[in-house]
C-alpha cells in the first residue's frame, strides 16, 4: 500500500497559486508604476501566469478592470502613478522653472557681457605693433 502523499500535494499547489497570485500583484503595481497600459495579457506576460488564470482571480481581475477604467479618459498612454501630480506640485514645478530660467538669463547676460570684454582685449592687443 501506497502512502497518501495528497496532502503534500496540496500543499505544493497552494504554494504555486500564492506565488501566482503574489507575482500578479506584483505585476500590476510595476504596469501602474511604469504608466504601461494594463490589460489581461500585459498582466499575464508580466507575471508569468495565464490569462484565463487572471479572469478567474476575483480580486485581482477587479483590480485590472479598475486601472483599466481608470485610464480609459486619459490619453492613449496612462501618466505612470509617480507622475501623476497636483495642481500645487505642478505650480511649484513651474515656479522652480522660472527661477531657473531667470538664473539662466542672468547668467547668460554675463558671460556676453565677459566676451565682448574678452573681444575688445583682444582687438586693442592685436592692434599694438
Known sequence: MRPDNSRHLAQAARRR?????????????????????????????????SRAWLYRQPGIRAEIERLRAAA????????????????????????????????LRADNARLSEQVSVLLGERRTAQARP
Not at 31 to 49: H, N, P
Open 17 to 49: 497559486s500564492d506565488a501566482a497570485i503574489t507575482r500578479a500583484r506584483d505585476a500590476l503595481k510595476d504596469l501602474d508604476r511604469a504608466g504601461d497600459q494594463v490589460t489581461f495579457r500585459s498582466v499575464a506576460a508580466t507575471a508569468g501566469v
Open 72 to 103: 480609459a479618459p486619459a490619453a492613449s498612454r496612462p501618466l505612470p502613478a509617480a507622475q501623476r501630480g497636483t495642481s500645487e506640485s505642478r505650480q511649484q514645478r513651474i515656479e522652480a522653472l522660472l527661477a531657473d530660467n531667470a538664473r
